[in-house]
């Protein structure tokens, strides 16, 4: 098993989340990662039986796009398939729950890192410990939160919809992929520095907010870069903010709301995570080929064309990062108003 030491620095600015800006710090920091290995057949983990790769957002998404790439790009290196299932709900968490309780074997893994491990858990008790209860294997992204309109919506940018928000509190809703998730967090941190107020929509995943957007359903709805580009091509929807520390390469019209005056920088994080106290061999090989898939062909097409920013950290890595996230998260949601 893969497990990081608490004690993860904590960013200068408590509504600044930023996961480059997260680094792994020395053994004198006490954020060592401890290898535990379980028995195994062998040094050279072979799969003996289909892999399956655990989504716990609704086909169409950001997480499931990124599972079904990972899932083509290593079809040639494991001797069996490797398979995506949507598991829907609690933004991510039934699926978190399933690997959490699942045997460390390799067999199962999902795709974690957002709102099941670094933000829900802020909003609810879980059944599981998003610090303890994973073996993550490695990250492989970063998502921008960009927030878009309907594309004939009274309010084009971003300045509309705040000074609509001051003059109507509540008057405009947005969906996100679930309550307690990250976009729900987002526009709370970003409620909390602003002083305004929207109305919640949670849906199970953003392909889900996205179309309840195009249909008119919602006034906002947030999604990452390649969740939102074939709605923003076909003329449906239209991006108006970023809110992220930097302006995202595929909409570099798009201002972050960091530059309006509002320093709110919320990246989502996407990795493959296995059940806790897998086998260090296992966590090997999972991770050299999932590794070996961010350099093919087809992993910097999709990239290409959907704006997704791949950010690669091993399992240790990942893991400080989403501590660090979790308690950052906590830290801004605790400084709210009780509702």
Aim: hydrophobic content about 40%; charged content about 15%.
């Amino acid at each position: 098993m893969i497990r990081i030491q608490q004690g993860a620095a904590r960013a200068g600015h408590f509504l600044s989340l930023s996961w480059r800006g997260v680094r792994l710090a020395g053994a004198g920091a006490g954020m060592a990662a401890l290898l535990v290995a379980a028995p195994v057949a062998a040094q050279d983990w072979t799969p003996q039986r289909s892999i399956e790769i655990v989504v716990g957002f609704a086909p169409g998404g950001s997480a499931d796009q990124i599972a079904r790439q990972l899932s083509n790009a290593v079809k040639d290196t494991f001797p069996v398939p490797v398979v995506v299932v949507n598991r829907p709900g609690a933004a991510g968490a039934l699926a978190a729950q399933q690997i959490a309780q699942a045997k460390p074997d390799g067999y199962q893994l999902f795709v974690g890192g957002g709102s099941e491990t670094t933000s829900v858990g802020n909003h609810q008790k879980l059944s599981y410990d998003p610090r303890k209860d994973f073996t993550p294997v490695l990250k492989v992204a970063r998502l921008p939160s960009v927030l878009a309109v309907k594309a004939d919506s009274p309010h084009q940018t971003m300045q509309s919809i705040i000074e609509q928000a001051k003059k109507a509190p509540g008057s405009l809703s947005y969906g996100s992929t679930g309550e307690g998730s990250l976009f729900h967090s987002t526009m709370l941190v970003f409620q909390a520095k602003s002083g305004l107020n929207f109305l919640h929509v949670p849906y199970k995943g953003a392909a889900d907010s996205l179309l309840a957007l195009a249909g008119g359903q919602v006034d906002m709805a947030f999604g990452a870069p390649e969740e939102v580009m074939g709605l923003i091509n076909g003329g449906r929807i239209k991006p108006v903010a970023v809110f992220s520390d930097k302006r995202v390469p595929a909409f570099p019209d798009v201002p972050t709301v960091t530059e309006l005056g509002y320093p709110v920088a919320l990246d989502n994080m996407k990795g493959l995570m296995a059940p806790a106290g897998l086998p260090e061999p296992v966590y090997r090989k999972l991770h050299d080929a999932f590794k070996a898939a961010l350099d093919t062909p087809a992993w910097k097409t999709f990239t290409e064309k959907t704006g997704l920013m791949t950010d690669y950290a091993d399992g240790p890595a990942f893991q400080q990062q989403i501590d660090a996230g979790y308690e950052l998260i906590g830290d801004s949601l605790r400084t709210l108003p009780k509702s």
